[in-house]
Each structure stands twice: as structure tokens, then as C-alpha cells.
């Protein structure tokens, strides 16, 4: 019974007929609020600032803000950074738009939803930089750029990862996989050669280093342009965290990475 109520409730508030409709502890809520209201743009609820080694004095550098939304109607707008580059510190801020859930035709579900938001902060001079949360100056971290070791944009060629994520098995093993596709090139072709992992603190770094070769292995019996390639985390996480992988194209993937169940 309680679940056709649940069942018609929804029906009648997606055609209107009601109004809109809450979820709230698995329940929803009819409202008879029928007025239209944009949504609000607040400063975004963040608790954590991801800060990531191996940036240089070249490098596209970044930050990662990390918090919880309160419900599903919450959405990520704009974020931004100040930096004073004589004083070495980066104010960075974040904002999400907040939908109204009295509004016609509306659900929210009241569940708590992580987020991450990735702040570029364009290329740094060396030094180490004390980056804060707007309006939040206790939340702070220390980002070290380093002094490039080759004029190239990254220290190695990087796999062309579209996707990755941190597998955990029954026994608390963890491993990362990155997945993705090799271009074509004119001539010769990419191979991966070795897959760095590193634990820094709350975040996992991946290098996925590749190399362009032109012998035997880019014959198309043996090439694969799609690669899968699984890599054991030697010092694994034990509390939530973030997934960081290096790419082709400078943007790197961040994934956040749930606490492990124990």
C-alpha cells in the first residue's frame, strides 16, 4: 500500500496535478507551491582541498575542492581562484546553484552527495603556495610547484585515458584502472610502458607513461588501439580520498574515492 501511494504520488507530481514532490528518508511529499523562482547561487558547502604533488613551473597546475551536497537538487556553477604570486597564496572559491524544492514539477532527494570541483590555477612560478577556501581560511593546504626539469608541457608522453577508477577487492586490496583509446599516427604507433602509482596523503597520483615506436608491435595483427591496464596500489587508501590520473591532453581525470567498507 505504501508503495502505490509512493508510486501515484510521483505520477501526479511529474503532470502537474499536484505540484512538486519531495523525497525525503525514501518518502515523497506532495507541495502545493506553484511560483517560479530561479535557483540561488551560494558559496559551495567544501571541507577539503586536494592538493596534488608533481606540478612544475610549466604545468597546467590545479587544486581540488571536495564536500557534500545536502540534497540532488544542488548543482555545481563557477569556481575560481585569486593569486598573489608575490606573497605565494591562492584564494580559492566555488559556488553551486540551489533549486528550490517547492517548485512545480520538482523532486529532491534528501541524501548527501559528494562532490569534487577542479580549480585551474594556469601556470605558477616556483615556490610553495598557501592556498585557502574563501570564507573558510582554516580549510588550507600547501601546493609546491617545482622547477621544470624540460621545456616539453609534461615530463613524459602521457596515455590518452578517457576514463579510471580504484577497484577494491574482499580481501582490501586496491588497484587502479585506466582506460582509453591510442590515436593514429602518421607513422609508427603508442604504447604504454609503465603505469606509476604514487600515495600522496589523501590522494592517489597515476602516471600512465607511453612511448611511439615503429617496429613489429604496430602491425595490425598485434596493435591494439583500446587499452585496459589494471596497476596494484602498494600503500592504498584508508580513508576517502582522490584519484588523480595524468593524460595526453592535459586534463587530468580526479575521481573521488570513497572511504573503503571494512
Same mark, same amino acid.
Given at each position: 500500500f505504501?508503495?502505490?501511494i509512493?508510486?501515484?504520488?510521483?505520477?501526479?507530481?511529474?503532470?502537474?496535478?499536484?505540484?512538486?514532490?519531495?523525497?525525503?528518508?525514501?518518502?515523497?511529499?506532495?507541495?502545493?507551491?506553484?511560483?517560479?523562482?530561479?535557483?540561488?547561487?551560494?558559496?559551495?558547502?567544501?571541507?577539503?582541498?586536494?592538493?596534488?604533488?608533481?606540478?612544475?613551473?610549466?604545468?597546467?597546475?590545479?587544486?581540488?575542492?571536495?564536500?557534500?551536497?545536502?540534497?540532488?537538487?544542488?548543482?555545481?556553477?563557477?569556481?575560481?581562484?585569486?593569486?598573489?604570486?608575490?606573497n605565494?597564496?591562492?584564494?580559492?572559491?566555488?559556488?553551486?546553484?540551489?533549486?528550490?524544492?517547492?517548485?512545480?514539477?520538482?523532486?529532491? &532527494?534528501? @541524501?548527501?552527495? #559528494?562532490?569534487? /570541483?577542479? %580549480? +585551474?590555477?594556469?601556470?605558477? *612560478?616556483?615556490?610553495? =603556495?598557501?592556498?585557502?577556501?574563501?570564507?573558510?581560511?582554516?580549510?588550507?593546504?600547501?601546493?609546491t610547484?617545482?622547477?621544470?626539469?624540460?621545456?616539453?608541457?609534461?615530463?613524459?608522453?602521457?596515455?590518452?585515458?578517457?576514463?579510471?577508477?580504484?577497484?577494491?577487492?574482499?580481501?582490501?586490496r586496491?588497484?587502479v584502472?585506466?582506460?582509453g583509446?591510442?590515436?593514429l599516427?602518421?607513422?609508427?604507433?603508442?604504447?604504454?610502458?609503465?603505469?606509476?602509482?604514487?600515495?600522496?596523503?589523501? &590522494?592517489? @597520483?597515476?602516471? #600512465?607513461?607511453? /612511448?611511439? %615506436? +615503429?617496429?613489429?608491435?604496430? *602491425?595490425?595483427?598485434? =596493435?591494439?588501439?583500446?587499452?585496459?591496464?589494471?596497476?596494484?596500489?602498494s600503500?592504498?587508501?584508508?580513508?576517502?580520498?582522490?584519484?588523480?590520473?595524468?593524460?595526453?591532453?592535459?586534463?587530468?581525470?580526479?575521481?573521488?574515492?570513497?572511504?573503503?567498507?571494512?
Amino acid at each position: 500500500f505504501r508503495n502505490t501511494i509512493n508510486r501515484e504520488i510521483i505520477m501526479l507530481g511529474m503532470t502537474g496535478k499536484i505540484g512538486s514532490v519531495v523525497l525525503c528518508g525514501g518518502l515523497l511529499f506532495p507541495s502545493l507551491a506553484s511560483s517560479q523562482a530561479r535557483p540561488q547561487a551560494l558559496p559551495t558547502p567544501v571541507d577539503k582541498i586536494f592538493v596534488v604533488e608533481g606540478f612544475d613551473d610549466n604545468d597546467k597546475s590545479e587544486v581540488v575542492l571536495h564536500g557534500d551536497f545536502r540534497n540532488s537538487c544542488n548543482r555545481l556553477a563557477e569556481s575560481g581562484a585569486v593569486i598573489d604570486a608575490e606573497n605565494k597564496t591562492i584564494e580559492v572559491w566555488s559556488t553551486y546553484y540551489e533549486y528550490p524544492a517547492g517548485q512545480e514539477n520538482t523532486m529532491c &532527494a534528501m @541524501v548527501m552527495i #559528494p562532490f569534487i /570541483e577542479v %580549480v +585551474d590555477l594556469g601556470i605558477l *612560478d616556483q615556490g610553495e =603556495y598557501n592556498v585557502t577556501l574563501k570564507g573558510s581560511p582554516e580549510i588550507q593546504e600547501t601546493l609546491t610547484i617545482a622547477k621544470r626539469k624540460t621545456e616539453s608541457p609534461d615530463d613524459y608522453l602521457y596515455a590518452p585515458v578517457t576514463n579510471g577508477w580504484v577497484e577494491t577487492s574482499e580481501n582490501g586490496r586496491q588497484a587502479v584502472v585506466v582506460q582509453g583509446t591510442f590515436p593514429l599516427w602518421f607513422m609508427g604507433c603508442q604504447i604504454m610502458t609503465d603505469v606509476q602509482v604514487q600515495t600522496q596523503n589523501e &590522494a592517489i @597520483v597515476v602516471q #600512465p607513461i607511453t /612511448e611511439i %615506436v +615503429d617496429d613489429e608491435r604496430c *602491425d595490425d595483427e598485434n =596493435y591494439k588501439h583500446e587499452f585496459n591496464v589494471k596497476k596494484g596500489i602498494s600503500a592504498p587508501l584508508k580513508t576517502e580520498g582522490l584519484l588523480h590520473i595524468r593524460t595526453l591532453n592535459s586534463h587530468a581525470i580526479n575521481r573521488f574515492v570513497p572511504a573503503p567498507v571494512m
